[in-house]
């Protein structure tokens, strides 16, 4: 976070973006269902939580201090911060596993279900149950948590699989605390339609998609 604010006056002054997006900052797998070298970040564990490579050792501040001072730098340039939030998974041995195991779908055998798209299985993810309304009460709680950490918005990955009462419980709750933040819909792999309903009655404000193209 330190080492990208030294960076902000380039790219907010000079290059002119008004938009800081940044990849999923959440804990992930290190050792077992490690997708790849580094790991994805979207394998979350902690939704709330902070990736602690991304902050400097020291006694005198958390992570979330410091991931403060990033929102702050980039508020003082009169920019907005985004962040990238998966709420259709966590990672696998996600602290949810242990506390709230009905929160995901299981198969005829008991198992984590695992998601994907365009025929793909993301073995290091597990899916949640989206249909859950106690569920939509927690996620709600976690987009409030980083918009009272300085973030502007939210670019929502594989939203189109979240059902569409979902996201508008979710995205009422947040804008009764917070009106101005912005959700962006990830609709690739997604049906047009979906697409289309989330933007007209699911409350989201933009989306992106390969079907646009």
Known sequence: FRDLIKHLPHIIDTLGCKII???????????????????????????????????EFEHKTTAVDQFCELSDAIHQRRAK???????NHTGWGSWLHTQHPEWYVKDAGGNFVSPGAWGVTWGDLSELNTHLPDLWEYLAGVFITWCQRGVDGFR?????????????????????KFPEAFFLLEGLGGSYEATENLLTHGRMQFAYSELFQ
């Open 21 to 55: 997006h940044l990849l999923p900052i959440n804990p992930t797998p290190t050792t077992m269902a490690r997708m790849g070298r580094f790991g994805s970040p979207y394998a979350a564990l902690d939704l709330t939580g902070i990736d602690p490579a991304l902050v």
């Open 156 to 176: 929502c990955d594989a939203g189109y699989k979240i059902p569409m009462e979902a996201w508008r419980y979710i995205i009422s709750r947040v804008h009764s």
């Open 81 to 87: 911060l985004i962040i990238d939030l998966a709420i």
